[in-house]
């Protein structure tokens, strides 16, 4: 079973940055897909950014050019580096890791707790 804690999260004004980190544990980290999301109050969870085993990664149309997945094996570790904040970021974000198919469609039986970000305008 997969364990997640997300962190890194913060209250910041627009044009700052912020970089969120995700520990897993309980898995084979270096074979699965990982992707970061967010859900706005009143919103859906949404997919954000992903990033495969091989290291491709793909990005919400929203967030293309101001945010940037990594991943370290040996750390066993999930980053997004955010930058130009904008307000419309604001939100509670999640990382999860399975297969490709698993993370792209965000079908995930359990979530951890999340790390909440907020953006000032």
């Known amino acids: 079973q997969v364990q997640l804690e997300e962190s890194g999260g913060g209250l910041v004004q627009a044009g700052g940055s912020l970089r969120l980190s995700c520990a897993v544990s309980g898995s084979a980290f270096s074979i699965n897909a990982m992707g970061w999301y967010r859900q706005a109050p009143g919103k859906q969870r949404e997919l954000v950014a992903f990033?495969?085993?091989?290291?491709?990664?793909n990005y919400v149309e929203s967030v293309k050019g101001r945010f940037t997945i990594s991943r370290d094996n040996a750390k066993r570790t999930v980053y997004l580096q955010m930058n130009n904040l904008k307000p419309e970021d604001t939100a509670v974000y999640y990382c999860?890791?399975?297969?490709?198919?698993?993370?792209?469609?965000?079908?995930?039986?359990?979530w951890g707790q999340g790390t909440q970000v907020t953006v000032s305008s």
């Open positions: 999860n890791a399975g297969s490709r198919i698993l993370v792209l469609r965000g079908t995930f039986a359990s």
């Open positions: 990033i495969d085993s091989s290291g491709s990664t």
